[in-house]
């Protein structure tokens, strides 16, 4: 039997014409659906790596790692490598990509949501206050006795992290998670605000209008999870960035064991939302980006792994003892590691002339016998000619490129100069960035 030819169907163990063996024993031992269907399908790797229970079929990890790794050590055959090291489960760790992000509740599901008002309790505080009662000193004679009054008044409190346990507490999961009801429709179209009598559905039975949903995004996603489960192309999440401020509408002071059950929560139904074309994007700042890395590798794959997308802003102040934090972290996954998106070409625009780059004439025709005459003045007088005549009057070069993995526009000016588009919602992103 000819392994390396018959593991040839998957380029992400190869690098050029070599078998990448940590990688290989890496998608072996995590069972990776499209490396055990490329063995089963070959008839010889099928019946040396699989055993037939009933009507499945059993993979033998171990029996294809020591085929794999087999090494003669005086003249015997023995499971182990040939060389000396620490291991962890027949593989040494100098090997190993394995890596595990743990923290307190992974295996839970967070009941609260992302809001500041989701984030409060209204309950019923009861307040005894007690009046002693009066002796007269003189006389010994009681004045009055002693009073209490019990009242009780609606009140709010921070509410309590409740954590449910995917074992222990799977019926509270189950009930949590269980599709809701949505309601108080609205559909808003270019004439305004409509009632909705009924949703607009494909052939199937699945819903084909925008939604636009308020409320629990983990409770939405999951009530929106039998209709398209497998049918999403494009996922893209701007979560709390978990700064430890809490001045806007989301709930930004998750204690970091929180934040990542909030968001491996969230992660894992937004998988199962993907279609196997389907491309995921979630952007973070600084502070918890490594954290999502090694979170997002785990939820999705390494392998599935496509971009590292920085978002350069200009906007509020900037530092004096440290360089600037003027810029986001995008992470790109795709549902399955060999899907590629379709990149468009960007132009940049020079002043002079490079190699390779094209020239932009300008139109004179479009210059006003007004703006002639005080083109000509600000010459007589030797003076600079304003921009707005350079750009009537010069050429300009550009060249087409491929948009990077950088993205440095001036995006954020339109907040700045107060522009329609802004709404004055501290994490709104400008339209120009989503064009990206």
Request: with cysteine; aromatic share 14%.
């Amino acid at each position: 039997m000819n392994l390396e030819k018959i593991l040839q169907e998957d380029k992400r163990i190869w690098d050029g014409e070599i078998l990448d063996y940590p990688q290989l024993f890496e998608l072996a031992r995590k069972y990776d659906k499209d490396l055990l269907s490329t063995l089963f399908n070959n008839k010889d790797s099928k019946e040396k790596f699989f055993i037939q229970v009933g009507d499945s079929h059993v993979f033998k990890y171990n029996q294809f790692r020591f085929y794999l790794e087999e090494n003669q050590v005086n003249n015997s055959f023995t499971q182990y490598a040939n060389k000396i090291g620490l291991a962890s489960q027949g593989e040494h760790l100098s090997d190993s990509t394995d890596y595990v992000l743990d923290w307190p509740y992974k295996d839970c599901v967070l009941e609260g949501g992302m809001s500041s008002e989701e984030d409060m309790d209204t309950f019923i505080e009861k307040k005894v206050e007690t009046t002693p009662g009066k002796i007269d000193k003189k006389t010994g004679t009681v004045v009055s006795i002693e009073k209490t009054e019990v009242t009780f008044s609606q009140a709010k409190r921070k509410r309590e992290e409740i954590f449910y346990n995917n074992i222990i507490a799977d019926k509270e999961i189950d009930r949590l998670l269980d599709k809701k009801a949505l309601k108080n429709f609205t559909r808003y179209t270019a004439n305004g605000a409509e009632e909705v009598k009924e949703i607009k559905r494909d052939e199937d039975g699945t819903i084909k209008e925008n939604l636009l949903i308020k409320g629990n995004n983990l409770l939405a996603l999951h009530s929106l999870k039998e209709q398209f489960a497998g049918k999403v192309k494009l996922i893209y999440i701007d979560p709390p960035y978990n700064t430890g401020k809490d001045s806007f509408a989301y709930n930004d002071k998750f204690r970091r064991s929180t934040w990542l059950t909030f968001m491996k929560n969230r992660l894992e139904i937004a998988k199962d939302l993907l279609s196997e074309d389907g491309s995921i994007f979630i952007q973070i700042d600084y502070k918890q980006s490594a954290y999502l890395k090694i979170l997002l590798d785990q939820v999705f794959g390494e392998d599935k792994f496509r971009n590292e997308i920085i978002w350069g802003y200009r906007i509020q102040g900037v530092g004096t003892n440290f360089y600037g934090r003027k810029h986001d972290t995008i992470y790109y996954y795709a549902k399955r590691s060999h899907i590629n998106i379709k990149l468009k070409k960007k132009k940049i625009i020079y002043n002079s002339k490079f190699i390779d780059t094209k020239v932009i004439e300008p139109d004179i025709n479009k210059i006003t016998d007004k703006e002639i005459n005080e083109i000509n003045t600000l010459l007589s007088k030797r003076l600079p000619l304003k921009d707005k005549y350079k750009e009537k009057l010069f050429n300009k070069y550009y060249s087409e490129v491929y948009v990077r993995d950088v993205w440095d526009g001036d995006y954020t000016k339109p907040f700045i100069s107060g522009s329609k588009e802004y709404f004055k919602f501290r994490t709104q992103k400008p339209e120009v960035y989503l064009k990206e």
